[in-house]
């Protein structure tokens, strides 16, 4: 089992800034994709920011310029920084990760407990 462990979130006025961690921890033989994905009140959830292995990323167009998604592969740990942050980016922001069990070839999808970004006006 694969545990996915987000902090860094809270609350923030426009235009500051807030920086997010995610940290896979447990049987984990490598890590693929890992991505964050934001919902907020009555919407479904979206992906934000996604990197791939290689390094190789992509973000939603509302949060490009503005966010940057990277990862430390020795550390299985993704973050996720907001700069120039906007009312409209408030909601839950959630951590995935697509995981190779060890000694397999078999890939499954982890999701974290999400945590709340609140930007105010």
């Known amino acids: 089992q694969v545990q996915l462990v987000e902090s860094g979130g809270g609350l923030v006025q426009a235009g500051g800034s807030l920086r997010l961690s995610c940290a896979a921890s447990?049987?984990?033989?490598?890590?693929?994709?890992m991505a964050w994905y934001r919902q907020a009140p009555g919407n479904q959830r979206e992906l934000v920011a996604r990197i791939i292995g290689s390094g190789n990323t992509n973000y939603a167009d509302s949060v490009k310029g503005r966010f940057t998604i990277s990862r430390d592969n020795a550390k299985n740990t993704v973050y996720l920084q907001m700069n120039s942050l906007k009312p409209e980016d408030t909601g839950v922001y959630s951590c995935?990760?697509?995981?190779?069990?060890?000694?397999?070839?078999?890939?499954?999808?982890?999701w974290g407990q999400g945590t709340q970004v609140t930007v105010s006006s």
């Open positions: 995935n990760a697509v995981v190779r069990t060890p000694y397999t070839s078999y890939f499954a999808n982890y």
């Open positions: 447990g049987s984990i033989g490598s890590i693929n994709t």
